[in-house]
């Protein structure tokens, strides 16, 4: 499905490859706040020197800078956010809004995030939790009011929960969402849970016993979103602002779908990956908490950063420190409560995302507070940004 395109798992692989903690005498300089000098260099490195291919025996390597990658991966546009230390050290665009623009990429142009979308929906609903109008371990039906899960075979002892929503084991269909056209009619919610037009995906139901395995759904997160809808009887947008995004400070970031015209001006284009652009220069995603927000790589950043402080109980402004810890704990295989973990890298969260003609990928290390936030405007940008990453790993010594 174009939405997901079952990349993410490999983008996590990739970034997990990079145990964040730092090598013992390699620590990093300074951040840029006190030692800027240092920080432009690193910047200039990285941009001068992504990648280098192998030519052939006798021949020296190929050496891409940045542009010149995004030129071979037909990417337009590109930003990204740094972590060192737990703050953002840099933040930086590149290359133009879409294809044929000559608007450039800054610091603050909106992506899609796709199913980075997933961890800020589930910090959210385990603040809900955490106010006593969600429970994590009851059968969701207990609270949904607008739809219900349809009980069968599966459902006889084993129940659909909140934990198992957020950890890819309820047990639930439907992958991910292709969302839909600027100019195609959009289902309701329950229209997607039941399959029926205009909805463009399957019926969402359970075909095996929840709890027993990790199967990705984006099909559960969406049910997710209805629980947090009907458990506070808020849309889910304002919901989000007011709970997650704006605790935190991510000013630019909405799960508004379609967005009001003030940010649509600010937005990325997408790109499939032939280097044409996405009609109506994105798709509309009613499957907000999967794939519907909007964001910046510093908005991520600032996400990840009170993740990993709020796993510390030095930063709660969502959660409090044994949420934060429960989030981070896997629930079954590698899955947490909204984050993929790594378990051989202790402390290490993230995730990928992917919509059409946009990718991106967060990672951070709650222990070593080191972390990298990438979007794109293509459905290659994960490719670019596992260089990106790579590169940025070998400059900042993560190991």
Same mark, same amino acid.
């Given at each position: 499905?174009?939405?997901?395109?079952? #990349?993410?798992?490999?983008?996590?692989?990739?970034?997990? +490859?990079?145990?964040?903690?730092?090598?013992?005498?390699?620590?990093?300089?300074?951040?840029?706040? #006190?030692?800027?000098?240092?920080?432009?260099?690193?910047?200039?490195?990285?941009?001068?020197?992504?990648?280098?291919?192998?030519?052939?025996?006798?021949?020296?390597? $190929?050496?891409?800078?940045?542009?010149?990658?995004?030129?071979?991966?037909?990417?337009?546009?590109?930003?990204?956010?740094?972590?060192?230390?737990?703050?953002?050290?840099?933040?930086?665009?590149?290359?133009?809004?879409?294809?044929?623009?000559?608007?450039?990429?800054? !610091?603050?142009? +909106?992506?899609? %995030?796709?199913?980075?979308?997933?961890?800020? %929906?589930?910090?959210?609903?385990?603040? $809900?939790?955490?106010?006593?109008?969600?429970?994590?371990?009851?059968?969701?039906?207990?609270?949904?009011?607008?739809?219900?899960?349809?009980?069968?075979?599966?459902?006889?002892?084993?129940?659909?929960?909140?934990?198992?929503?957020?950890?890819?084991? @309820?047990?639930?269909?439907?992958?991910?969402?292709?969302?839909?056209?600027?100019?195609?009619?959009?289902?309701?919610?329950?229209?997607?849970?039941?399959?029926?037009?205009?909805?463009?995906?399957?019926?969402?139901?359970?075909?095996?016993?929840?709890?027993?395995?990790?199967?990705?759904?984006?099909?559960?997160?969406?049910?997710?979103?209805? *629980?947090?809808?009907?458990?506070?009887?808020?849309?889910?947008?304002? &919901?989000?602002?007011?709970?997650?995004?704006?605790?935190?400070?991510?000013?630019?970031?909405?799960?508004?779908?379609? *967005?009001?015209?003030?940010?649509?001006?600010?937005?990325?284009?997408? #790109?499939?990956?032939?280097?044409?652009?996405?009609?109506?220069?994105?798709?509309?995603?009613?499957?907000?908490?999967? @794939?519907?927000?909007?964001?910046?790589?510093?908005?991520?950043?600032?996400?990840?950063?009170?993740? !990993?402080?709020?796993?510390?109980?030095?930063?709660?402004?969502? &959660?409090?420190?044994?949420?934060?810890?429960?989030?981070? #704990?896997?629930? +079954?295989?590698?899955?947490?409560?909204?984050?993929?973990?790594?378990?051989?890298?202790?402390?290490?969260?993230?995730?990928?995302? %992917?919509?059409?003609?946009?990718?991106?990928?967060?990672?951070?290390?709650?222990?070593?507070?080191?972390? +990298? !936030?990438?979007?794109?405007?293509?459905?290659?940008?994960? !490719?670019?940004?596992? *260089?990106?990453?790579?590169?940025?790993?070998?400059?900042?010594?993560?190991?």
């Amino acid at each position: 499905m174009p939405s997901v395109k079952n #990349t993410f798992r490999f983008v996590l692989a990739a970034a997990f +490859l990079i145990s964040v903690t730092p090598r013992m005498g390699a620590r990093t300089s300074a951040p840029s706040a #006190t030692n800027p000098d240092a920080q432009g260099a690193r910047i200039q490195r990285i941009e001068a020197a992504v990648v280098d291919l192998p030519m052939g025996a006798n021949q020296p390597p $190929l050496r891409l800078d940045l542009q010149k990658l995004m030129e071979l991966y037909k990417v337009p546009g590109l930003s990204f956010a740094v972590i060192d230390d737990f703050q953002i050290v840099w933040a930086k665009g590149y290359g133009v809004i879409e294809t044929g623009s000559a608007t450039p990429v800054t !610091a603050t142009t +909106l992506f899609q %995030a796709g199913s980075i979308s997933k961890p800020v %929906a589930a910090t959210g609903a385990l603040f $809900l939790v955490e106010q006593g109008q969600l429970s994590l371990d009851e059968d969701v039906n207990q609270k949904l009011k607008t739809w219900r899960v349809p009980e069968n075979e599966f459902t006889k002892d084993q129940k659909v929960t909140l934990r198992r929503l957020m950890s890819h084991s @309820a047990g639930l269909t439907v992958h991910g969402f292709p969302g839909y056209d600027v100019d195609a009619p959009l289902p309701t919610l329950v229209q997607i849970f039941n399959g029926e037009k205009p909805a463009n995906t399957a019926p969402i139901r359970v075909d095996f016993v929840p709890g027993t395995q990790v199967r990705y759904s984006g099909g559960g997160v969406t049910i997710e979103q209805q *629980l947090m809808m009907d458990a506070t009887a808020k849309p889910f947008p304002a &919901l989000l602002r007011q709970i997650v995004l704006s605790k935190i400070g991510m000013t630019d970031s909405s799960y508004e779908q379609p *967005l009001p015209p003030a940010l649509a001006a600010r937005t990325a284009g997408g #790109t499939y990956a032939d280097g044409k652009p996405v009609h109506g220069r994105w798709h509309i995603y009613p499957e907000m908490a999967a @794939a519907g927000l909007w964001t910046t790589p510093t908005d991520l950043g600032k996400f990840a950063i009170e993740i !990993a402080l709020s796993k510390h109980g030095k930063s709660n402004r969502v &959660l409090s420190e044994q949420m934060t810890r429960e989030m981070l #704990t896997p629930v +079954l295989d590698e899955a947490g409560l909204g984050f993929f973990l790594d378990k051989e890298n202790p402390g290490q969260f993230g995730h990928g995302g %992917a919509d059409e003609g946009f990718q991106a990928l967060l990672t951070m290390n709650a222990e070593s507070g080191q972390g +990298l !936030a990438i979007m794109a405007d293509s459905d290659n940008g994960i !490719a670019v940004g596992n *260089l990106v990453l790579l590169r940025v790993a070998k400059e900042y010594g993560w190991n």
